[in-house]
């Protein structure tokens, strides 16, 4: 993995974290949520990215472009994200798990600047949104094959690392179970 990530980006502190990851088995079968085998050969990685902010305008450039499905598991409430799911076409299907608290919330409400956005708030909250009290990471998935990761960071599990937009049926469909699971639990 080390070595594909060596064509997208050139910093090469954050590879260095990576690949002591990578050593220590940090996405070995037995430690991972997303086991490096169980990903196809054949899946694209799109782009890396290194902050928070730049994986957050990627993902609302996916959402708003969303034709069929949005899937989404979230630890972060960005109202950038939130402004973007409210405004989806109504024809795509969106489920969302999210980690609850009292400051997502207000984050929620803070994105509402229309009586029509805050109509589909509550539909979205009614109909398609879980609450979870612990998600191990955040990621996006889309029309069938668009998927967004979130990465912590091995050294402080609390900060975000980097993201992955990957492309790929497999690893489309590896996420769709676990965030079935994950929906489907709450």
């Given at each position: 993995?080390?070595?594909?990530?060596?064509?997208?980006?050139?910093?090469?502190?954050?590879?260095?974290?990576l690949?002591?990851?990578?050593?220590?088995e940090?996405?070995?079968?037995?430690?991972?949520?997303?086991?490096?085998?169980?990903?196809?050969?054949?899946?694209?990685c799109?782009?890396?990215?290194?902050?928070?902010?730049a994986?957050?305008?990627?993902?609302?450039?996916?959402?708003?472009?969303?034709?069929?499905?949005?899937?989404?598991?979230?630890?972060?409430?960005?109202?950038?994200?939130?402004k973007a799911?409210?405004?989806?076409?109504?024809?795509?299907?969106?489920?969302?798990?999210?980690?609850?608290?009292?400051?997502?919330?207000?984050?929620?409400?803070?994105?509402?600047?229309?009586?029509?956005?805050?109509?589909?708030?509550?539909?979205?909250?009614?109909?398609?949104?879980?609450?979870?009290?612990?998600?191990?990471?955040?990621?996006?998935?889309?029309?069938?094959?668009?998927?967004?990761?979130?990465?912590?960071?091995?050294?402080?599990?609390?900060?975000?690392?980097?993201?992955?937009?990957?492309?790929?049926?497999?690893?489309?469909?590896?996420?769709l179970?676990?965030?079935?699971?994950?929906?489907?639990?709450?």
């Amino acid at each position: 993995m080390v070595g594909s990530l060596k064509n997208y980006t050139s910093n090469p502190n954050k590879l260095d974290v990576l690949d002591d990851a990578i050593r220590k088995e940090l996405f070995s079968e037995e430690n991972s949520v997303f086991p490096i085998n169980d990903i196809e050969k054949e899946t694209e990685c799109l782009q890396v990215f290194y902050s928070l902010d730049a994986l957050t305008e990627e993902l609302v450039k996916q959402i708003k472009t969303a034709e069929e499905e949005l899937y989404m598991a979230s630890t972060y409430t960005e109202p950038r994200v939130v402004k973007a799911i409210l405004n989806t076409d109504k024809n795509v299907k969106v489920r969302l798990v999210a980690q609850v608290g009292r400051i997502a919330a207000v984050k929620r409400l803070q994105a509402i600047s229309s009586m029509g956005e805050l109509k589909r708030l509550i539909s979205l909250t009614n109909n398609t949104y879980r609450p979870s009290k612990d998600l191990p990471y955040s990621f996006a998935l889309k029309d069938h094959e668009y998927v967004g990761i979130e990465i912590r960071d091995p050294q402080n599990p609390e900060e975000f690392f980097m993201g992955l937009t990957l492309k790929g049926k497999e690893v489309y469909e590896f996420f769709l179970n676990k965030f079935t699971n994950l929906y489907d639990k709450e």
